[in-house]
């Protein structure tokens, strides 16, 4: 699964509306959004713990969805995945992405507890039935984030075209 199978998913029309901006803003912040919600798992993947800890909370998340609306969503669970994909940095990401030129109008404060489940289902899904342990190393989890993030139909593998650098720029301590 690449990261845009991903985008193609997400419920961008609802997103727009629930947030009260225009699909094409919504589809932008969803990009921006999911890039970051990623890239912080694909960090918390690199340890055992973190690897661990993201393949239980994918077990709460596997299952078959008829239909993936915003009002389907329990976003107070998706505030706490975006607590634990984020830490300590969840303040000054939101904020950053907030005021981004990119993505004007748009409260990631909102955006991110409604995105993270989203995400979530969709990479359990994409996980059942993949072999190997839980750790960063061959055919953990780690890999299958690092695949979605790197297997774009975008150029040069930015996801849905983004530049990933230029939206994680100084989020993660510099780091993706």
Same mark, same amino acid.
């Not at 329990?74 to 706490?80: I, L």
């Given at each position: ?24 803003? /919504?589809?932008? /912040? ?28 994918? &077990?709460?998340?596997?299952? #078959? ?12 669970? +998706? ?16 904020? &950053? ?19 993270? #489940? ?16 839980? +750790? ?28 990933? +650098? ?11």
């Amino acid at each position: 699964m690449a990261y845009d199978d991903i985008l193609k998913q997400v419920p961008i029309g609802d997103i727009a509306k629930r947030l009260g901006v225009a699909p094409d803003v /919504a589809k932008s /912040a969803v990009e921006q959004g999911g890039a970051v919600l990623l890239s912080g798992l694909a960090r918390n993947a690199s340890s055992p713990d973190g690897s661990a800890a993201i393949e239980k909370a994918l &077990k709460k998340h596997q299952g #078959p969805k008829t239909s993936m609306s915003v009002d389907d969503i329990d976003q107070a669970d +998706g505030g706490k995945i975006v607590t634990h994909i984020l830490g300590p940095d969840e303040k000054k990401v939101t904020e &950053k992405l907030t005021t981004s030129d990119k993505t004007a109008g748009i409260d990631f404060g909102k955006l991110l507890p409604i995105l993270a #489940p989203i995400i979530m289902n969709l990479i359990a899904d994409a996980n059942k039935g993949r072999s190997g342990g839980t +750790g960063g190393g061959q055919g953990g989890i780690g890999d299958l984030i690092g695949g979605i993030l790197g297997g774009s139909s975008g150029t040069g593998g930015r996801p849905g075209g983004i530049d990933l +650098g230029s939206v994680l720029g100084g989020l993660f301590g510099g780091k993706k």
